[in-house]
């Protein structure tokens, strides 16, 4: 007998006797960036997050659509959302670039971005929300800024390089289930920045005298 998985999304969770738990969402970026280049400011759709129940493959929002200037989370995360959402294993986590804008040398540059929305599996066989328990996420977006020479001046394209890493149970909720609450990730033995491999984008800017 075939059993069919249905998707649906969802914001949050009506029925008040479905058990629930406390996710907090941290957004992190740990930014790799050219010369000349002071901010970046990204807008993004919903971090939504994803979880199997009864044959139903569900997306619940795990951050809402904002905008956030990635040069400010150097070394940090942050929190970005908290909400109270269905207990069980989340296994995917995805996102979608709206824009970027990128400061190069004083000037704004509106930044070439994918349209595609991305979508990555929560590391660490995924993360697990307990009822009535917090638990943490870090949504590192990690992208590559690169710099392009085109007939009207330089060009920016921005390669995102996603990935989703569960906050140990070992760090107090108190460290991240807050808005706006700061993890210094450069001292947590549990996380490792993205690694981004541009071996094959070889970017040249040239000028003609």
């Known amino acids: 007998t075939e059993t069919s998985t249905r998707t649906s999304t969802e914001i949050s969770i009506s029925n008040s006797t479905v058990p629930k738990g406390t ?6 970026d740990l930014l790799s960036l050219p010369i000349g280049v002071t901010h970046v400011y990204l807008a ?14 569900v997306w619940y929002t795990a951050v809402p659509a904002g905008k956030i200037d990635l040069v400010s989370l150097a070394g940090q995360s942050m929190t970005a959302g908290i909400t109270q959402i269905q207990i069980g294993l989340y296994n995917l986590a995805r996102f ?3 824009s970027v804008n990128v400061t190069y040398n004083g000037r704004n540059i509106s930044a070439i971005v994918p349209l595609a929305p991305v979508t990555v599996p ?12 917090t638990s943490g996420l870090v949504f590192d977006i990690a992208p590559s800024v690169i710099p392009s020479q085109g007939l009207t001046g330089v060009q920016m394209e921005v390669v995102p390089y996603v990935k989703a890493i569960p906050i140990p149970s070992s760090v107090p909720p108190a460290n991240f289930a807050v808005f706006g609450a700061r993890i210094q990730l450069d001292s947590q033995p549990w996380f490792t920045s993205t690694e981004v ?13």
């Open 44 to 57: 993004y759709s919903d971090i939504e997050v994803h979880i199997i129940q009864e044959n139903e493959s």
């Open 23 to 28: 996710l907090a969402t941290q957004i992190s």
């Open 197 to 209: 491999n541009l071996a094959n984008n070889l970017t040249i800017l040239t000028a003609l005298v």
């Open 122 to 133: 929560i590391l660490g066989n995924g993360l697990r929300l307990q009822p009535n328990g």
């Open 96 to 98: 979608s670039i709206s």
